[in-house]
């Protein structure tokens, strides 16, 4: 049997969870791969509503990657009433283009592909969002619902800083314990004196 | 040794009179019989072991016994891709084996990083922290190479001077054998290169002076 749709998927889980929000995220590409967007205080009991529902049993958690949202930056123009002062010295009241800018803070966000060996569907693709990309890095571990999550739920918390409240064995697992740095993250440099020299002829 | 003395030598020679020198002799067996350390890293480790193997026959030019530890190789080929978290090792390998001993740097990431430079996980060249004696180009390099690099080592192995200012490192014992192995900093390796065997501006073919 195959898995409903994304839409059916979110109703079921938000009637099985209580208080429990999900926010589908379409994707518009010809994959059609959508996700469910789970609220972070209530992801643990979704992931076992879904590991453990009679139909779904959606018991295999196939991957565990991280993505790096950075703080982005819009712009629009708005028009605004000003004093303007002429050349000749004379100010006058005018209608001017001005450029806003607003700050769209970044986050970081855990990403889980679910299939079910026993139904032989998938796949569900889960979604967790940290508050920012500084001091609030926290998302819920779900490696104690899918215990194949742990390694990669390490890999995400050593590349990109995503911290799994609940992970049994949180450390970092490819750098070494004392590196510092989130090096899949967008905005990281390596050390200056390793960059190397670019050859150009002139 | 003098031109005239090495004519000297081939004409004794045509008229059955074979004369060498302690230098040669001792160069002679020191070429031939160039252990090295079983160690790969990736790919061009595959490479390295089919070199080994029966249809290209490392074994012709002497280098056949492929030693476990360190303690008894003399020649350590750097087979592939050097990741940040393994230079410790490869330098404490190379730190342990006895004098003479000898450096292949094998394939483009040994040498340079190679494809994987732009990572921060990639050491860029196994030739910031040791010595390297012959690099070999290549993704990975053919057997073919990996024997011509071998074939050059022994060429250079053979032209070493036993004494003299230019004698080489395991006679003088001014020059170290050893070198220091990097720490793990907070950001990378530290220090990113030993300047004592890393020569940047000369040494490094990607670096260019306009």
Not at chain 1, 29 to 55: F, I, T
Not at chain 1, 90 to 109: A, F, I, M, N
Not at chain 1, 126 to 134: A, K, P, S, V, Y
């Given at each position: ?188 440099v390596p050390p200056a004196d390793e960059i190397p020299v670019i050859e150009v002829h002139s | ?107 483009a990431?040994?040498i340079s990083g190679g494809?994987f430079r732009d990572g921060?996980?990639v050491l860029k060249g196994?030739d910031r ?63 990113p290169q030993?300047n004592?065997?890393f020569h940047e501006a000369a040494g490094n073919p990607l670096k260019v002076i306009q």
């Amino acid at each position: 049997m195959a898995l409903p749709p994304v839409e059916q998927i979110k109703a079921q889980i938000e009637a099985g969870v209580p208080g429990a929000s999900v926010t589908v995220i379409l994707n518009g590409s010809p994959s059609a791969q959508h996700s469910l967007l789970l609220d972070p205080a209530h992801a643990r009991a979704v992931a076992e509503l879904l590991r453990d529902h009679s139909e779904w049993r959606l018991d295999y958690c196939t991957l565990v990657t991280g993505v790096d949202w950075p703080d982005t930056e819009t712009s629009e123009k708005v028009k605004v009433r000003k004093f303007v002062k002429a050349a000749d010295g004379t100010e006058s009241e005018q209608e001017v283009d001005e450029v806003r800018k607003t700050k769209v803070p970044g986050y970081l966000e855990a990403v889980y592909h679910l299939f079910s060996m026993e139904k032989k569907h998938g796949q569900v693709v889960l979604r967790l969002r940290t508050g920012n990309r500084t001091d609030d890095t926290h998302v819920p571990s779900l490696t104690p619902v899918w215990r194949g999550a742990e390694f990669q739920e390490r890999e995400a918390f050593d590349l990109y800083g995503i911290v799994f409240d609940g992970h049994p064995d949180l450390r970092r697992i490819l750098m070494w314990d004392g590196f510092k740095d989130y090096p899949m993250r967008k905005d990281y440099v390596p050390p200056a004196d390793e960059i190397p020299v670019i050859e150009v002829h002139s | 040794m003098a031109d005239e003395l090495k004519e000297l030598k081939i004409e004794l020679s045509k008229n059955g009179i074979f004369t060498t020198t302690l230098e040669e002799l001792y160069n002679w067996g020191r070429k031939n019989s160039v252990w090295p350390l079983t160690f790969g890293l990736a790919c061009c480790a595959i490479e390295m072991i089919a070199t080994t193997m029966a249809r290209y026959d490392l074994a012709r030019f002497g280098a056949e016994v492929f030693r476990p530890s360190p303690r008894q190789a003399d020649l350590i080929i750097v087979s592939g891709t050097v990741t940040k978290k393994m230079a410790p090792q490869v330098v404490r390998l190379y730190n342990q084996m006895p004098e003479p001993k000898y450096v292949i740097a094998m394939g483009a990431c040994a040498i340079s990083g190679g494809p994987f430079r732009d990572g921060y996980n990639v050491l860029k060249g196994i030739d910031r922290y040791i010595p390297v004696d012959v690099h070999i180009p290549g993704c990975p390099p053919r057997p073919e190479a990996l024997i011509h690099a071998f074939m050059t080592l022994q060429k250079k192995i053979d032209e070493q001077a036993l004494a003299g200012s230019a004698r080489p490192r395991h006679l003088n014992k001014d020059l170290p054998s050893e070198f220091p192995v990097p720490a793990f900093g907070e950001h990378g390796l530290e220090p990113p290169q030993n300047n004592e065997v890393f020569h940047e501006a000369a040494g490094n073919p990607l670096k260019v002076i306009q």
